[in-house]
């Protein structure tokens, strides 16, 4: 192996440790502090989400960013329609949750209630605590994410790319994230707020800034699959 080679090696290894330690680290966050991102470090975020993969590097995301009073009316706006508007989402919702995905999503939900002390058949708490999603969980800052309608799945698929960038990305600079379904189930109401065309589908939003660590909503991990559960190997 010559010298150059090796070096290569030795820089992709530690590049790929980097990565594996932002991928690792990540969570979805729960609890946030007031304290508002500076722009060039929202700017910087963005840039770096920007260069997600996209089918024929179509890019067919397009995102709405909150700061300040915009986020604090927007969220006064969503809570109140969570409670008063029926639910309705551009994308259509998964029909039903069978074996594994029922077990992985169950697992998820007892560990969340778990950490803030909430007995799974107290459903007055476990409502109060869902409605926590449309505060964006006293986020700072909200990116909704939206896609052109005819590019249908491949524009979804892309803005599922740009979303997973878009985390990573945060861990990276220290900011935390959460991506919510939540605020795409008030489709009719986020597009009406922040005027989105007819043509663009409300896909999710991601609610961020600097996470609250005294929050013990913020202490849950959720597990991930050994990868020979999802991964098939074909040699021959």
Known sequence: MSANVGSQLDESSVQADMLERILHDRYSCRAFLPDQLEPETIRRLLTMAQRSASWCNSQAW?????SGDGTERFRKALYEAAQTRPMKSD???PSEYLGVYQERRRASGYALYESLGIDRGD???RA??????FRMFGAPHLAVITSEKRLGPYGLVDCGAYVSTLLAAAQSLGIATIAQAAIAMQSDLVREYFSIPDDRDIVCGVSFGLPDHSHPVNSFRTERAPIDDSVEWVSK
């Open 62 to 66: 397009q995102v709405v960013v909150t």
């Open 91 to 93: 994308v259509p919702e």
């Open 123 to 125: 459903r007055e708490r």
């Open 128 to 133: 109060q605590q869902m409605l926590e999603n």
